[in-house]
């Protein structure tokens, strides 16, 4: 069964560093998205990604955060300068269409910053 | 704003009961609801959509009222292996993207 997949599975940086968090969606997905987890709280959109470009995005999703797709098969979630509160459990999920359609996620990222 | 929400539980059952979990939400304009379940810092994996008409998928019966903004979700003869956090999800379409509840957590005890 396909799957996502996600790396690192955790990362654990410096305040005020940049880090990259790497996704590979199901391959003849077309939509990919971002969540986050604060750990104790609930699953919370940050982006979503169709064609090449953000197609919605939460307030959450502030200048701090980019996506990218940079060939056929990633999609990245940088962060430019991380904060503490941005420790948290990433998801990256993906889906063939929009709409009600199932979202696939993947086994997310810890990302711990000190 | 809390688009979903739920009681956070936890609910603590002996294998064999009949459990139910409550949901409701704020936005009329939601328009597609699902049930995930999320195992301890794992990721949360679709268990089952939600319809107004009902749906049930073995052990489990899903259940929305539109007119009342409630969702349900019923698990007969629980499991050791259901013990989880339950969470109700909505969708809405001009957002594409999903909104989730705190979840429900719940242990099943032998």
């Known amino acids: 069964e396909p799957e996502v997949t996600q790396t690192p599975s955790h990362q654990v940086t410096q305040m005020g560093q940049e880090v990259i968090l790497r996704c590979v969606p199901i391959?003849?997905?077309?939509?990919f998205y971002w969540y986050r987890q604060i750990l104790g709280q609930k699953v919370e959109f940050l982006v979503s990604?169709?064609?090449?470009?953000?197609?919605?995005k939460s307030e959450i999703f502030d200048d701090q955060f980019s996506v990218e797709r940079p060939d056929g098969s990633n999609f990245t979630l940088k962060i430019r300068s991380t904060k503490l509160e941005d420790s948290a459990m990433y998801f990256c999920?993906?889906?063939?269409?929009?709409?009600?359609?199932?979202?696939?996620f993947g086994p997310g990222t810890r990302l711990t910053v000190l | 704003r809390k688009e979903v929400e739920q009681d956070p539980g936890p609910f603590n059952v002996p294998e064999g009961a009949t459990v139910a979990f409550n949901c409701t939400y704020s936005?009329?304009?939601?328009?597609?609801f699902f049930w995930y379940r999320q195992d301890c810092r794992k990721e949360p994996k679709l268990l089952m959509s939600?319809?107004?008409s009902g749906n049930e998928d073995g052990r489990f019966t899903a259940q929305l009222n539109r007119a009342s903004q409630y969702i349900s979700l019923l698990i007969r003869d629980s499991k050791l292996s259901d013990s989880a956090t339950y969470l109700c999800?909505?969708?809405?379409?001009?957002?594409?993207?999903?909104?989730f509840g705190t979840g429900t957590r719940l242990t099943v005890i032998p």
């Open positions: 936005n009329s304009a939601s328009q597609s």
């Open positions: 999920a993906s889906s063939l269409d929009r709409g009600a359609d199932t979202q696939y």
């Open positions: 999800v909505s969708y809405e379409t001009g957002a594409n993207n999903l909104f």
């Open positions: 391959s003849n997905h077309l939509y």
């Open positions: 939600v319809y107004s």
């Open positions: 990604f169709y064609n090449n470009e953000i197609s919605e």
